[in-house]
């Protein structure tokens, strides 16, 4: 729960560029193929073992003030995340999320782990959006 209006909400999480300051552990965002819309694509500069490489994302739901639905692919990493925004009266929102991550491969065994340490890195990521929003 953010105290704070959906719009206001809505409009800070899928600015894209604001995404570091909640979610730390993004990377520079490069390569968009448009603005934020459905099918948008961009790439993501990551480290992986002290070497430079790129996750890719796409966005694959944009339903404005209710919805916000991304895909990526890292590596043998694949991901998908979908926020949804509900409006509580008139000055508060109540974000949910899905997340579903896949490993490719022979090290598809650990897809659960993965998926649950993603999960609650994405919980912190959510406290951090929260306070972020709620000083403002």
């Known amino acids: 729960m953010i105290d704070r209006p959906v719009g206001e909400v809505f409009a800070f999480l899928t600015d894209l560029d604001k995404a570091p300051q909640w979610a730390p552990q993004m990377g520079k965002l490069v ?11 961009f790439g993501e500069e990551r480290r992986f073992a002290g070497r430079p490489s790129l996750a890719r994302w796409t966005i694959t739901r944009l339903v404005p003030l209710r919805v916000f639905g991304l895909a990526m692919r890292w ?20 974000i949910t999320q899905d997340i579903d991550f896949h490993l490719g491969g022979p090290l598809a065994p650990l897809s659960g782990m993965v998926t649950s340490e993603a999960t609650k890195e994405e919980a912190r990521e959510l406290v951090r959006l929260k306070e972020l929003l709620e000083r403002r």
């Open 75 to 94: 590596g043998p990493l694949t991901g998908s995340f979908a926020y949804h925004f509900e409006s509580v009266g008139e000055s508060s929102t109540r």
């Open 31 to 41: 390569e968009r193929s448009g603005p934020v819309a459905e099918g948008m694509s």
